[in-house]
């Protein structure tokens, strides 16, 4: 069964608006999220992450919020940028820490 | 910044063979970890890997699968005897002490034939 859902298989967005990317998850022992950028070919690339203490980190144009009561995390673009143009996976560490377990993607499209 | 390096890129075999793919992780780091992804499809967790013994598996990671730490910088994956459905792209990762985040290398794309 899948542990982390990213229920939109793509999004696509304008140059400079706002992206965001949906990402559920079902253990609420879970208390350690990532989201990766991958582009094909390459291996996925780290991009911010939030911990169960926090409800929001921000890193540059990118922001990720933790709804723990929800199960539910997003990461916010702003403003995308065609170079954003990618698959992103939302990921959490299992209870023991011993693996990062990936949602399925969402293949963000930036149009300019 | 410091990488993960894998080898081969590319590597094409027959159904039935032995292949072994070959990761450097960072040198500092403690964990080792192997994906791999199917085309068009999510990025599965395979094994881990710390103070050279299994910390946890998959049920993907089957009696045909084995990982090997041989010496201070290297750690393979090692697929006894191919099939098919082992086509996929294989991606190494490894991280340091704490519970962050994971550095991938950019992969082996294994093809059986």
């Known amino acids: 069964d899948q542990q982390v859902k990213q229920n939109s298989p793509s999004l696509s967005v304008q140059e400079g608006r706002i992206s965001i990317l949906n990402c559920d998850y079902t253990?609420?022992?879970?208390?350690?999220f990532l989201w990766y950028k991958k582009y094909p070919a390459e291996g996925p690339t780290f991009l911010i992450s939030?911990?169960?203490?926090?409800d929001k980190n921000e890193d540059g144009r990118f922001t990720v919020f933790l709804n723990k009561s929800a199960k539910h995390l997003s990461l916010h673009i702003v403003p995308s940028q065609p170079g954003d143009s990618a698959v992103y996976f939302c990921?959490?560490?299992?209870?023991?820490?011993?693996?990062?377990?990936f949602g399925k993607g969402t293949t963000l499209s930036v149009s300019s | 910044e410091p990488e993960v390096t894998q080898t081969p890129s590319h590597q094409v075999t027959q159904m039935g063979q032995e292949v072994i793919l070959r990761c450097v992780p960072i040198?500092?780091?403690?964990?080792f970890y192997w994906y791999r992804q199917i085309l068009g499809q999510k990025v599965e967790f395979l094994v881990s890997?710390?103070?050279?013994?299994?910390?946890?598996k998959s049920e993907i990671f089957d009696d045909q699968f084995s990982v090997e730490r041989p010496d201070g910088s290297n750690f393979t994956l090692k697929i006894r005897s191919t099939k098919l459905e082992d086509s996929a792209m294989y991606f190494c990762?490894?991280?340091?002490?704490?519970?962050?985040?994971?550095?991938f290398g950019s992969g082996t794309q294994l093809s059986v034939l």
């Open positions: 990762a490894s991280r340091g002490g704490g519970l962050e985040k994971l550095f």
């Open positions: 253990n609420s022992m879970f208390d350690y």
């Open positions: 939030i911990s169960s203490i926090k």
């Open positions: 990921a959490a560490f299992n209870q023991a820490g011993t693996a990062l377990i």
């Open positions: 040198s500092n780091h403690l964990y």
């Open positions: 890997f710390y103070n050279n013994e299994i910390s946890e």
